[in-house]
């Protein structure tokens, strides 16, 4: 059974970088999609983007500039760097897997955009 | 951005059906994703493509789409049924993941 683990500094100052690493266990990395998604407190979800496993990426246009997703295949982690934090990032950050998929509705070609599995989310403060 | 509408709470005896409604204008082209969210915990799936169920979830829980609006339908709701309920989508490109500012459930 896969799981997933979010890892990195709970507490970050405001101009900085948050940094977080997610470790898939009990799977392999490729052949997914692996997402990022955060929780402020009280509050409802964002999705903040995703990684294929071959590196290529997607990222909510609200947070673009901002943001940048890794992937080590040969470590089964993926990774999120967010840059010039504020007290607005402050969030549970959560890591989840999104699995491959396509499907066909008016001529075009959609990707299934579910997460099936997710991690049990980082605590990230940001505050000096 | 792309915007998904919940109604933000609702509140049932145990026993009774409940039903979580979700609209969004790119609907009818986009499957909707709907997930289970207790205190403390990690958002759970219980409804993709519309209307399946991944293993191990309830048969009380199904899902139904029409238009512009999805609907997540809990028969015979249970005590542990109480949750915050988000739906999920995407915008008309395919692109935008969004989610819907989630739907509290109470059980009497």
């Known amino acids: 059974q896969v799981q997933l683990q979010e890892s990195g500094p709970g507490l970050v100052k405001p101009s900085e970088t948050l940094s977080l690493t997610c470790t898939v266990s009990?799977?392999?990395?490729?052949?997914?999609?692996w997402s990022w998604i955060r929780q402020s407190p009280g509050k409802g979800l964002e999705w903040i983007g995703y990684i294929y496993y071959t590196g290529s990426t997607d990222y909510n246009p609200s947070l673009k500039g901002r943001v940048t997703m890794s992937v080590d295949t040969s470590n089964d982690q993926f990774s999120l760097i967010l840059t010039s934090v504020t007290a607005a990032d402050t969030a549970v950050y959560y890591c989840?897997?999104?699995?491959?998929?396509?499907?066909?509705?008016?001529?075009?070609?959609?990707?299934?955009?579910?997460?099936?599995?997710w991690g049990k989310g980082a605590t990230v403060t940001v505050s000096s | 951005s792309y915007e998904l509408t919940q109604t933000p709470s609702v509140s049932v005896s145990p026993g009774q059906t409940v039903m979580i409604s979700c609209s969004g204008d790119a609907l009818p082209i986009q499957y909707a994703y709907w997930y289970q969210q207790k205190p403390g915990q990690a958002p759970l799936l219980v409804i993709y493509?519309?209307?399946e169920r991944p293993s191990g979830i309830p048969e009380r829980f199904s899902g139904s789409s029409s238009g512009t609006e999805v609907t997540l339908t809990i028969s015979g709701v249970q005590a542990e049924d109480e949750a915050d309920y988000y739906c999920q989508s995407t915008d008309n490109s395919g692109t935008y993941v969004a989610f819907g500012g989630g739907t509290k459930l109470t059980v009497l």
């Open positions: 493509k519309d209307s």
């Open positions: 009990g799977g392999s990395i490729t052949t997914y999609y």
């Open positions: 989840a897997r999104r699995p491959p998929g396509y499907y066909s509705n008016y001529g075009k070609t959609y990707y299934y955009h579910y997460m099936d599995v």
